[in-house]
Structure formats: C-alpha cells, structure tokens
C-alpha cells in the first residue's frame, strides 16, 4: 500500500512540474509583440505598400493574420479577442463590418495552415513589417 502512495506522490509532483513548464511556455507564445493599437493604421499602410495590390478578399484575411499574430497570437488558437483590437483592425482597413475580423479568424489560420502560397506572402509581408517596427524603434524584436 505504501509504494502506491509513493508512486502516486511521485507522479504527482511530475504532473505538477509539466503543467508548470507549460504555463510558462504557453505565456511565452501567447505574449503580444505590440500592444499600441494605435500603430494598427501606421501598419495597414506598409502592408498596402509592401502588398501593392491583389484580391481585395485575399489581402484583407493576410492582414487580419498579421495584426492577429502582432497583437494577440492566442486569438488564432482560440483565445479570446483583447477590447478593442476588432474595431481598430476593422477602422484601419476601411472595413464596414466589424464582424469580418471575427468570422474570418478560423479561416485566416486554415489559410495559413493550408495554403503554401498565403502562407509565404505572409511569411515575407510579417517579416518586412516586423523589420518596419523594429528600424523604427516601435518594437525590440
């Protein structure tokens, strides 16, 4: 009877220990590189630049993806959306319905998971707004 105590204390300190190890790293990933969402036009602008046109549809979802993964990567795994950042993306693109960044935040990820091409003119565009921040002193990344 005494080693089933032992084997379960033992397994729970294991337990304990992972789940810790995973909280810290679940904070580490979930950590937003930006929080000012009054940067969202300033990168609406260098995405337009950088991007230089294409399907209305198509570049708004890789826009939403960036702003997403810039200011709350946990949205696109099913976190919840931080006050505000809907409505700032939404102003800053010209979209007339708030919602579309909400109901596309499933499909920007397939996209992105599915799609070899969105995937590498996001890749590039994230990369080359990234640089933008950080040359401009906005973000240490």
Known sequence: MREGMIAEI????????????????ERGLCAPVLRD??????????????RGGGEEVYCRRQFILIVLF???????????????LRRSIAAAAGFTDVTFVSHNVDTVFFYYRH???FRKE????????????????????
Do not use: H, N
Not at 70 to 84: E, I, W
């Open 10 to 25: 033992l397994e729970l300190r294991d337990v304990l220990g992972q789940k810790s190890r995973l909280a810290e790293r």
């Open 37 to 50: 969402q009054g940067l969202i036009p300033r990168i609406y602008g260098w995405f337009c630049e950088l």
């Open 70 to 84: 810039l200011y709350a990567p946990a949205v696109l795994a099913g976190g919840r959306m931080p006050r505000g």
């Open 115 to 117: 799609y070899e091409g």
């Open 122 to 141: 996001v890749d590039g565009l994230y990369a080359a707004i990234c640089a933008r921040l950080g040359a401009g002193s906005l973000v240490r990344l």
